[in-house]
C-alpha cells in the first residue's frame, strides 16, 4: 500500500520538509544520485552502495560534522550557552579515531546485550503500564494521541532503568531532548534559539550533577560503569564521561521515539502486515526490521571528506560535506526489490542502514529492536483493532535527520 506519498518537483528540494519525501528520494536515485544543494551548502547522497561507500571509508569521510548545527547559534543563544558553563561535545558520532575507537571501546564494555536482556522484565512493565494509559484515555472510543501516550515516554523509561535515573525526572530530560534534536538538526530562526540554548545550558549541568553524584554513591547503572572502569584504569577523561551521557541521554530514547511512532503509521497503512503480526508473532522481529528500512526516524546523516574523492562516479572535493539520506537509501530497489513496499517477509531487510554502518555502527540497536518487538507485540494483542482516527493525516518536524511525527492519533476499537 502507499507505495509512494506524494510528489515534491526537484528542484524545490527542502531538506527539512520530511512530510511527504520519498517521491523526491526516489528521482534523486534515478536522476541525480549525488548532487550539491546549494542552499544548505551539503552535497546530498541518495543510493544505497554510495552511503554504503561513504560510512565504510572513514579514513576519508569523518563524522566531525555529524553533530554541527545546521544554522550556527545565534549571537544571544551563544551568550546564553557560555554564561551558562556549556561545553559540551559528542560523545561519540562526531569523534573520530583515535580518540573515537579509545572511548567507544569503554562504552561497548557497558552496553552488552546481557545489560540489556537483563531489563527485558521491566521494558514489558513499562509497555503494559503505558498501554493501561492508553486503553484507559481511549475507552469512550474517542480518538487518541498514541505519540503523546505511549512511543514518546516509553524509551525514557526504560533508558532511565538503565542509567539509575528517577522516572520523576522524564519529563525533563524528554525536553532536553527535543532542544538538542532541534539545535542540531533543524533550522530554528534567532528567536527559537533562545529557549533551546537555556535547555543546552541545564541539560548540561544535569549530565554534571548525575555524575558528581554517581562518584558519591556509585549504583548498578550505565554512568556508574563508566566511572567504575575508568578508577580501574580506563582511558576515559571526565568531560568524555560527560560527553557519552549527553549522547545517550539523547540516542537512547528520542530515536526509539520516533521509530515507535512511525511504525505504528506504517502498519495502520499496511493492514495485511498488522493482520498477520497478530495471527503469527514470531513474525515480529523481521517486521521490525522492515519497519526500520521502510519507515526509520533517522533519515539523513553527515559526514566529511577529509580529501578530494569520487564517489558513484561523482567528484567530490577536499572538505565536501555530504548529506547522506538513509532514509532514501533503504528504498533503492538495486538492494531492496520493491523498495517502497513494506513487506515484513523480506529477507534481507536487515541490511539497513537506519543504524548507521561501519565504526559509528549504533551501539543500542539490540535494545531498540527489544523495546519495538515488546511494543508490537502487547499493541497487536491487546488492540488487535486499532486503527488511524478518520482523517487523520501524519504531520512532521522540521528537521533534516530526524523524521519525528507530531502526532500519531488511533482509535482503539473493540478490544482482544
Ligand atoms: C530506533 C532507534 C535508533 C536508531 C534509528 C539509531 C540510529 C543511530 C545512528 C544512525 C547512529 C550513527 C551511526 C553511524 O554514524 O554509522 C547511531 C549511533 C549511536 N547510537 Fe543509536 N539509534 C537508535 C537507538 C539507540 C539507543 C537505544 C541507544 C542507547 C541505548 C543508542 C546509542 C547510540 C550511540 C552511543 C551511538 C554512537 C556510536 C558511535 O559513534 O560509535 N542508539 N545510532
Redesign the pocket.
Known amino acids: 500500500m502507499n507505495a509512494i506519498d506524494g510528489i515534491q518537483p526537484a528542484g524545490s528540494f527542502d531538506p527539512f520538509d520530511l512530510n511527504k519525501p520519498h517521491a523526491q528520494w526516489k528521482q534523486f536515485r534515478e536522476e541525480s544520485p549525488i548532487f550539491y544543494h546549494e542552499p544548505s551548502g551539503y552535497w546530498v547522497a541518495s543510493r544505497y552502495d554510495d552511503i554504503k561507500q561513504i560510512?565504510d571509508d572513514w579514513k576519508c569521510f569523518s563524522?566531525e560534522n555529524?553533530q554541527k548545527p545546521m544554522r550556527p547559534m545565534s549571537e544571544a543563544g551563544r551568550k546564553i550557552l557560555k554564561d551558562g558553563g556549556f561545553t559540551a561535545y559528542s560523545?561519540?558520532?562526531a569523534?573520530v579515531p583515535p580518540d573515537?575507537t579509545r572511548i567507544?571501546k569503554v562504552?561497548q564494555s557497558c552496553?552488552g546485550p546481557r545489560r540489556f536482556k537483563s531489563i527485558e522484565p521491566q521494558i514489558e512493565a513499562i509497555v503494559k503500564t503505558h498501554l493501561d494509559k492508553l486503553e484507559e484515555a481511549g475507552r469512550d472510543g474517542k480518538p487518541v494521541n498514541f505519540w503523546e501516550i505511549v512511543a514518546f515516554p516509553v524509551?525514557a523509561y526504560v533508558?532511565f532503568t538503565?542509567m539509575g535515573i528517577p522516572d520523576a525526572d522524564v519529563p525533563k530530560i524528554k525536553q532536553y531532548g527535543m532542544s538538542r534534536g532541534k539545535m542540531t538538526w533543524s533550522d530554528l530562526s534567532d528567536e527559537e534559539m533562545i529557549p533551546v540554548a537555556h535547555d543546552m545550558v541545564a541539560y548540561w549541568k544535569y549530565i554534571h550533577d548525575l555524575l558528581d553524584m554517581r562518584r558519591a554513591n556509585p549504583g548498578d547503572d550505565f554512568p556508574s560503569d563508566l566511572l567504575r572502569l575508568q578508577s580501574e584504569g580506563a582511558e576515559i577523561e571526565d568531560e568524555e564521561i560527560a560527553g557519552?551521557l549527553y549522547?545517550?541521554l539523547f540516542?537512547?530514547?528520542e530515536?526509539?521515539s520516533?521509530?515507535m511512532g512511525n511504525y505504528v503509521l506504517a502498519m495502520m497503512d499496511n493492514r495485511d502486515a498488522w493482520d498477520a503480526i497478530k495471527a503469527n508473532d514470531k513474525l515480529i522481529p523481521n517486521a521490525v526490521e522492515e519497519m526500520?528500512r521502510y519507515m526509520?526516524?533517522?533519515v539523513g546523516?553527515r559526514r566529511k571528506a577529509r580529501y578530494a574523492t569520487t564517489v558513484g562516479g561523482v567528484d567530490l572535493p577536499e572538505g565536501a560535506e555530504v548529506l547522506m539520506i538513509?532514509g532514501s537509501a533503504n528504498r533503492d530497489e538495486s538492494q531492496f526489490p520493491d523498495g517502497e513496499k513494506l513487506d515484513i517477509t523480506r529477507d534481507n531487510a536487515r541490511t539497513h542502514?537506519?543504524?548507521?554502518?561501519?565504526?559509528?555502527?549504533?551501539?543500542?540497536?539490540q535494545?531498540?529492536?527489544m523495546?519495538?518487538t515488546i511494543l508490537l507485540r502487547q499493541l497487536s494483542q491487546r488492540f488487535p483493532n486499532l486503527r488511524l482516527a478518520p482523517g487523520f493525516e501524519a504531520h512532521y518536524h522540521r528537521n533534516i535527520t530526524f523524521r519525528v511525527p507530531t502526532s500519531v492519533m488511533v482509535e482503539l476499537g473493540d478490544p482482544a
Open positions: 560510512f563524522s555529524a560523545g561519540l558520532t569523534r573515537h567507544r562504552a552496553f524509551p533508558l538503565l557519552v549522547s545517550t540516542a537512547g530514547h530515536t526509539t520516533t521509530f526500520l526509520p526516524s533517522v546523516w538513509t542502514l537506519s543504524f548507521g554502518y561501519g565504526i559509528h555502527y549504533c551501539l543500542g540497536f535494545l531498540a529492536k523495546e519495538a
